[in-house]
């Protein structure tokens, strides 16, 4: 079946750094992506849609300045948290999804702590 | 996409089969029910979907009512690997693919 890899699996970095998370679909390719959040003991969040080739949308309430996503291809997607706070301290989970849209792969997540 | 509805959690007894209900009492005619499962600190994993017709796989049972309000997922013999939180999603089915928003699920606790 379809598998989505993300990397890395868990990240520990200073306050006021950026961290990079890779999402990568490893058997087809991905037209559409999905960044979403998920802090402990709640629901995932959606942040993001990255479509390969053109600008991400955002949700409301998601600075698309500080969260910078990039699609350059059908099979990678990465999320750069910049200038990462304690606050930004979360599990952040990719998905990707197929034209047919039948099912959405998911990642394992990463889980970035910022200190 | 339409809003569901589940328990927020629930618990089965190892090998009995666990239920889980999900109301969406707000889905069009081109929605479809999906089940995902999120066991700790891993990313979502599919289950099953379906359009009005009951459906099963390998993992489980999808039963969906005539009025399609409501559908119930079956995990015919469950095990402690399946305690996980389970999520019932309505989406419609597009040319190409739309978001998935999750609600708070149900947290199965599958015990001895």
């Known amino acids: 079946g379809a598998v989505v890899s993300q990397h890395p699996s868990w990240v520990i970095c200073k306050s006021g750094t950026s961290v990079k998370i890779e999402c990568r679909s490893l058997d087809f390719q991905a037209t559409t992506m999905f960044w979403y959040r998920q802090f402990p003991k709640q629901s995932l969040m959606l942040m993001a849609t990255s479509n390969e080739g053109s600008k991400a949308t955002y949700e409301q309430g998601v600075e698309k300045d500080k969260f910078l996503i990039n699609h350059a291809s059908l099979t990678l997607s990465t999320l750069t948290v910049t200038s990462a706070h304690p606050e930004d301290s979360s599990f952040y989970i990719c998905?990707?999804?197929?034209?047919?849209?039948?099912?959405?792969?998911f990642g394992s997540g990463t889980r970035l702590t910022v200190v | 996409d339409a809003k569901t509805t589940q328990p927020t959690s629930m618990d089965c007894a190892e090998g009995r089969a666990a239920n889980l209900p999900c109301n969406h009492s707000?889905?069009?005619?081109?929605?479809?029910v999906y089940w995902y499962r999120q066991i700790h600190s891993q990313g979502p994993q599919y289950i099953i979907h379906g359009l009005k017709n009951n459906e099963t796989n390998e993992m489980a049972s999808l039963i969906i009512t005539e009025d399609r309000k409501s559908s119930t997922l079956i995990l015919p013999h469950a095990t402690l690997r399946d305690t996980a939180v389970y999520y019932c999603?309505?989406?419609?089915?597009?040319?190409?693919?739309?978001?998935?928003?999750f609600g708070t699920g149900t947290r199965l606790q599958v015990t001895l």
């Open positions: 999603i309505v989406r419609g089915r597009v040319g190409t693919a739309s978001k998935l928003t």
């Open positions: 998905s990707a999804s197929t034209d047919t849209g039948d099912g959405y792969t």
């Open positions: 707000t889905i069009s005619g081109n929605e479809y």
